[in-house]
């Protein structure tokens, strides 16, 4: 069995294999390095979105991250300030819409946080701050992952996302890490 964490730059598809003809020239998570037979994403993150996701050539490793429960933290860099009042809305769990039906947001941890020193730059600038106003940086702590959800809710109390990175998954961080940056896990 191996497993290995990754940072996933921002701009690379959550696979191995593009099988879409529309996402032809997509970076694929193979140029990160020579894996195993058999290895997969654990759970995804959007092409627009960074940072930690795990690889394996184990499913009960897979089952273990995807379906018990275990905390995800996503640090969201949102469109203008964020105040209390959404904060607590975030926190307490909203509707948003999943593949076109409603779905509940469980209540998770959310918290303003200052901006993360010692980010890696992102391949592609998010937009000229000094043209469009204010951003906040909030920490999110969910225990499910459903489709675009961090970015549903931000959007849904009026902070649209603009720069979503998964730091953490249980106890594995990104920390240290560098964008496209593979380590294999004991």
């Known amino acids: 069995m191996a497993n290995f964490k990754i940072f996933k730059p921002y701009g690379m598809l959550s696979q191995f294999v593009n099988n879409q003809s529309r996402r032809r020239n997509k970076r694929l998570l193979g140029e990160l ?3 195993p037979e058999g290895i997969m994403a654990v759970g995804r993150l959007d092409q627009d979105s960074e940072g930690l996701l795990f690889l394996t050539t184990d499913g ?9 429960g275990i905390e995800k933290e996503y640090w969201a860099q949102v469109d203008g300030i964020a105040t209390d009042a959404q904060v ?7 509707e948003i819409s999943i593949h076109g039906k409603a ?3 469980k209540a998770c ?18 937009r000229n701050e000094n043209e469009h106003g204010d951003t906040s ?22 902070l649209p996302t603009l720069r979503l990175i998964r730091y953490r998954i249980g106890e594995e ?3 240290d890490m560098q ?8």
Request: aromatic share 8%.
């Open 60 to 68: 009960k490793f897979s089952y273990e991250i995807t379906s018990t």
């Open 109 to 126: 941890k959310v918290s303003l946080m200052t901006p993360p020193a010692g980010l890696p730059k992102r391949a592609k600038d998010i």
């Open 179 to 186: 964008a496209e940056e593979v380590r294999k896990l004991s």
């Open 103 to 105: 779905y509940q947001t």
């Open 88 to 94: 607590k809305q975030l926190s307490e769990g909203l």
């Open 137 to 158: 940086w909030l920490s999110i702590k969910l225990t499910e992952g459903k489709y675009r959800q961090v970015r549903k809710m931000t959007a849904k109390v009026g």
């Open 173 to 175: 961080t990104i920390e």
């Open 33 to 35: 390095g020579d894996f």
